[in-house]
């Protein structure tokens, strides 16, 4: 049974730093294409972060230059690094992984089409006050 568990969120003024983890069961996290979603009440799902199995990864023009997404193979956890927080980031994160290796389908780029993504996590909450 795959698990995806995300943990790390919090309360968190403007400008400053948080870590999201997801550890995952039951799944490779190494395997396969693994990204960080979004969602703000009243807005749609948006894909901020992935990480492909070739270590190729992508990013949201939102968020490109401030978060770094990893991961470590030894513990089959995702992380999401967050600098230079602000109001507008705030939102639930969640975890999110494939059945297959890569971020893209025959049809292109896939990395945050959400149909791509088989697995996903309960999320975690992540508040940024200015």
């Known amino acids: 049974q795959v698990q995806l568990v995300e943990s790390g969120g919090g309360s968190v003024q403007a400008g400053g730093s948080l870590r999201l983890s997801c550890a995952a069961s039951?799944?490779?996290?190494?395997?396969?294409?693994m990204a960080w979603f979004r969602q703000v009440p009243g807005k749609e799902r948006e894909g901020i972060a992935a990480?492909?199995?070739?270590?190729?990864?992508y990013y949201a023009d939102s968020v490109k230059g401030r978060f770094a997404i990893s991961q470590d193979n030894a513990k089959n956890t995702l992380y999401l690094e967050m600098n230079s927080l602000q109001s507008v980031d705030s939102g639930m994160y969640y975890c999110?992984?494939?059945?297959?290796?890569?971020?893209?389908?025959?049809?292109?780029?896939?990395?945050?089409?959400?149909?791509?993504?088989?697995?996903w996590g309960q999320g975690t909450q992540v508040t940024v006050s200015s």
């Open positions: 999110a992984g494939t059945s297959g290796p890569y971020c893209y389908t025959p049809e292109g780029r896939a990395e945050f089409a959400e149909m791509h993504f088989r697995y």
């Open positions: 039951g799944y490779s996290a190494s395997s396969h294409c």
């Open positions: 990480f492909e199995s070739t270590g190729s990864t």
